[in-house]
């Protein structure tokens, strides 16, 4: 589809003796030819990075773009790099919205003529557009059905897909990284369409930053996952180019989020995995990566499972196992309901401080004394001894498995605080 759009570009440009581009519904790139007039920052920056920015691409759509059906015109905007008219012709098949044909106003005014093979180029553009979007929904479909069977739990089903993506020239061999990315939703549902299609756009754009055949891509119920194909490269560079591709993708998908001032979103990166068949372990991992750090909120929104420390073990565990693995007395701590939340608090930060109870104190802005009356108090309700090292170690990792576990029931009691 690329050569023949581009030929058509070429020819009714050349008609014309005028500039041409063609750009898709979401004003990325398709096809351009050369410049006969003056150019902007605007057709600059669409030549670049074959896209434009949210905020050039809004004001094109509030110019009536999207909802055009004949010839419009985008009147310059200097403040955002517009500074020269533009001419469109939107492209529509069977009413859909494909792209835009459009001509630069500094070539001149636009002729009677010069609008007929506007149209003749939309209607082109329309045909071409629609049939390579027909053949891409079926290449992506069957390469979503591989990609599911890359990361089942089955190794045959691993193995055959693996074959058939490499050999249908979807992804090539050699390491992958798994992405995944996941939208905050409501007790455990399926996301709502607006987060899903925020979720295919990052993805998309993240995807967009690879070489075709370097990247996999598959929308799930609760996330989305990019497996990302690294041949011939070292693993420290993979770690730090995955990473870099991590915040990408949890920056876009936040930019697509703000709009409708939607809800927080995370990335979890899973480790290096030398070969392709193995996708399955690395997904799992940046699953747990993602799920930790959406859970805790202590890892920040992009978060790698090399570095979950103690919750990459704590993870393997079911909500119910971890409950279940709490310290009894901790246990009543954490479930006395408002009582109880000053002390589970106080207890994090000393522990979180290794015992150090002058930065703990001050981390709480509290005097050394008042701490000191605290902890002891909770020492009477768990039955804890804060000075024994295997108390210690229960305690801390029993508060964070309460983070990853079910919600425990409330039991309440007398906690009131004292000092």
């Not at 020269?84 to 630069?104: F, H, K, N, S, T």
């Not at 636009?110 to 506007?118: C, H, I, K, S, W």
């Not at 691993?158 to 249908?168: F, H, S, Y």
Request: aromatic share 4%; hydrophobic share 45%; with cysteine.
């Amino acid at each position: 589809m690329g050569s023949e759009l581009q030929q058509l570009v070429d020819a009714l440009g050349a008609r014309l003796g005028r500039s041409m581009a063609v750009d898709d519904a979401r004003i990325r790139l398709l096809a351009y030819n050369g410049h006969t007039g003056e150019v902007d920052d605007a057709r600059f920056e669409s030549i670049m990075q074959r896209e434009v920015s949210p905020v050039l691409a809004n004001y094109i759509h509030a110019q009536g773009a999207a909802k055009a059906t004949g010839v419009f015109t985008v009147a310059p905007c200097p403040e955002i790099g517009l500074t020269v008219e533009r001419i469109g012709m939107p492209i529509r098949y069977d009413g859909a919205l494909l792209g835009y044909v459009w001509l630069i106003g500094s070539d001149g005014p636009v002729t009677p003529r010069d609008a007929e093979v506007l149209r003749e180029a939309a209607g082109h553009a329309s045909l071409l557009l629609h049939r390579a979007a027909l053949a891409a929904e079926v290449s992506l479909s069957h390469a979503r059905e591989l990609v599911r069977d890359l990361i089942a739990p089955d190794d045959a089903v691993r193995v055959q897909a693996t074959a058939a993506l490499v050999e249908e020239g979807h992804a090539v061999a050699g390491p992958v990284v798994a992405l995944v990315a996941t939208v905050a939703s409501d007790g455990g549902e399926p996301l709502a369409e607006r987060r899903r299609l925020a979720l295919d756009l990052a993805v998309d754009h993240t995807r967009r930053r690879l070489p075709p055949s370097r990247a996999l891509a598959l929308t799930r119920p609760d996330h989305a996952v990019l497996l990302t194909l690294w041949p011939g490269a070292r693993s420290d560079t993979i770690e730090r180019d995955a990473g870099e591709l991590a915040h990408v993708l949890r920056e876009k998908l936040a930019a697509e989020l703000s709009a409708g001032g939607e809800r927080p979103c995370w990335v979890g990166v899973g480790g290096v995995r030398r070969r392709l068949v193995e996708a399955h372990a690395t997904y799992r991992e940046a699953r747990r990566a993602v799920d930790v750090a959406r859970v805790t909120g202590v890892l920040g929104h992009v978060a790698a499972y090399a570095q979950l420390g103690v919750y990459a073990l704590l993870a393997k565990l079911t909500p119910e196992e971890l409950a279940e693995g709490i310290h009894p007395g901790l246990r009543r701590l954490l479930t006395a309901g408002p009582g109880g939340r000053g002390f589970v608090e106080t207890l994090r930060v000393y522990l979180d401080h290794a015992g150090d109870a002058q930065r703990a104190a001050a981390a709480l802005h509290v005097h050394r004394s008042t701490l000191y009356q605290r902890l002891h108090r909770i020492e009477e309700l768990t039955g804890l001894r804060l000075d024994h090292g295997d108390d210690r170690l229960a305690a801390h990792l029993g508060l964070k498995m309460a983070q990853l576990s079910v919600p425990l029931p409330a039991e309440g009691g007398d906690f009131g605080a004292s000092g």
